[in-house]
């Protein structure tokens, strides 16, 4: 396979996860929480309890929502792209560790989706993203 070729793929593939990833984020994770106000705000920042944070449960319940809604939109179009992974990661290392010390579970879930979200901290958007369009100075990692 020619370079360009497997590079067009990958780049494709990487749209495809994204979209894919980003829009549950959003449309199955994100919204019900952001829409759900400081009331549900609230019940979700009680989960970090779980890593030993008790104060301010409204801000990180918000957080979370924030984390899901806003970074799966950032994830679906490549904007902020590696630090919405990184929100995503602590979100759901977070969920794996409430889910695990409640004997849910439903652990696995939160664990893959944070695999995903670190390793596309790594990958990147690809080339298929709007960031492209922006001129952000470029660091590597």
């Known amino acids: 396979m020619k370079p360009e070729t497997?590079?067009?793929l990958?780049?494709?593939?990487?749209?495809?996860?994204?979209?894919?990833?980003?829009?549950?984020?959003?449309?199955?994770?994100?919204?019900?929480k952001i829409s759900g106000g400081t009331e549900r705000w609230a019940e979700d920042g009680k989960t970090m309890?779980?890593?030993?944070?008790?104060?301010?449960?409204?801000?990180?319940?918000?957080?979370?929502?924030?984390?899901?809604?806003?970074?799966g939109i950032g994830i679906v179009l490549g904007l902020a792209f590696?630090?919405?992974?990184?929100l995503l990661t602590i979100t759901m290392a977070v969920a794996a560790?409430?889910?695990?010390?409640?004997?849910?579970?439903?652990f696995a879930y939160p664990i893959e989706i944070g695999i995903v979200a670190l390793a596309l901290i790594f990958t990147g958007p690809g080339r298929l993203n709007l960031g492209r369009f922006f001129k952000f100075k470029k660091h590597d990692f």
């Open 6 to 8: 497997k590079r067009a």
């Open 10 to 32: 990958t780049d494709v593939g990487l749209l495809m996860l994204r979209v894919g990833l980003g829009g549950m984020f959003i449309v199955f994770h994100g919204w019900p």
């Open 49 to 71: 309890a779980y890593v030993g944070i008790t104060f301010w449960p409204v801000f990180w319940g918000f957080m979370a929502a924030f984390a899901e809604f806003v970074g």
């Open 82 to 86: 590696r630090p919405m992974c990184a």
């Open 97 to 106: 560790t409430m889910h695990l010390s409640t004997g849910e579970g439903k």
